[in-house]
């Protein structure tokens, strides 16, 4: 047998050889690969100022894809999330866009909070074709074949909520924003329709994102004292700017404060008796009373903990995995082109409930409510949409021409 094993030609070395060979194959194929999975991109700023708000958007997403995973994941193969820290930089995200694109080979971004977050991510998700679904409530004038908007238009959320506090609060109202697209963006569309009502700008302000110094802002407020403020800053300010409001003795009776990137999230980390008695207009709020938003706010608590609360951001995050992953299963593939044609036309029984992706513009049908926030943290819906609103990026007062021309021009257009 020795003999038999030495010479290198024998064609029983040849043949011990190619078993072995084969049985290693196997055993790394089984035990030394990672398994196949589809990838996906997960875009939020867990440091800097926008960090607070958004990193619980990332466990959010988790969730979505943990179910879809322990369901059996997409055409057999799992769903495997690649986070990345955005920083609180626009610019860094993109890079980290490209990254996600080029080399870790993702088949959808979730992901951006800020419009410039988003805008600078667009660059790059159209420059490959690729595809980015955005979970924030944004200022509209915008539409792209490769990007779904999860989060409300204009129409859907900061007009009826400056139209029901003009109805219910008075005509005098004052703007305040955080100096960059979005608060420039809304403002502009909320004085078309409060003037056009007979509405009232008694001051107008704007402050960097991060801004703490509240005082002149706040002083200016006291003195002109108008029948609401609308809020659109973003970001940690919010805090300070609540606080400087209790410091000047200004309650939510006396100058109610009508807010729109102010949810459960943010109160929990402010402080909700901060806050008690203001306003905030989203699609979804956590206390919606519906069998559906109940058994996901448990299954969110069983998952991320009981004392954890959702928002509307965190339920847009939600539902676009939930509508990308249902698109991957109806095509049978995670390939772009397919699953982008069947994710323009999807619906789905949400949170907040039923939800439909319009496939002119690539934003969602939406319920509009507004709340007032409560001691609790928690908000008291106080008037809803009798039905899910159709998304209107672009006012239909202008054309898109206009709108557009009319972005370009304001001061924060850049940023």
Known sequence: MQNLLRGKSNPLVVILLAVALLAGALLYSQYGRAKPSIKIGVLHSLSGTMASSETPLVDAVRLAVEEENQSGGLNGLAIEMIVADCRSDAAYCAQQAEKLITQDGVQALFGCWTSACRKAVKTIVEKHHHLLLYPLQYEGLEQSPDIIYTGAAP??????????????????????GSDY????????????????????????????????????MVKEIAAQHPDFVLNTLNG??????????????????QI???STSIAEV?????????????????????SVDSDENKAFVARFRQRFGKERVLDDPMEAAYIG???????????GTADLTPVKD???????????????????????????RIGRARPDGQFDIVWQSEAAVHPAPFPFYRSRQEWLAEQQALPGAAR
């Open 155 to 176: 129409n859907q959320q900061i007009i009826p909520m400056a139209l029901w506090a003009l109805q219910q609060q008075g005509k005098r109202f004052y703007l305040i």
């Open 181 to 216: 697209i979005f608060p420039h963006t809304a403002n502009l569309m909320v004085k078309d329709v409060l003037l056009a009502q007979g509405g009232q700008l008694i001051g107008e302000r704007y402050l960097p994102l991060g801004a703490s110094d509240m005082a002149a």
């Open 236 to 253: 940690d300010s919010n805090l300070h700017f609540f606080r400087a409001l209790r410091e000047a003795g200004l309650s939510a009776g």
């Open 256 to 258: 109610p404060v009508f």
């Open 266 to 286: 943010e109160l929990a980390a402010m402080g909700a008796d901060l806050v008690a008695g203001h306003y905030a207009a989203w699609n979804y709020f956590q």
């Open 321 to 331: 995995v939930k509508l990308w992953a249902d698109s991957v299963r109806n095509a």
């Open 342 to 368: 069947i994710l323009a036309q999807q619906s789905m029984a949400a949170p907040q409930g039923i939800v439909a992706v319009d496939y002119n513009t690539g934003h969602l049908w939406k319920t509009v």
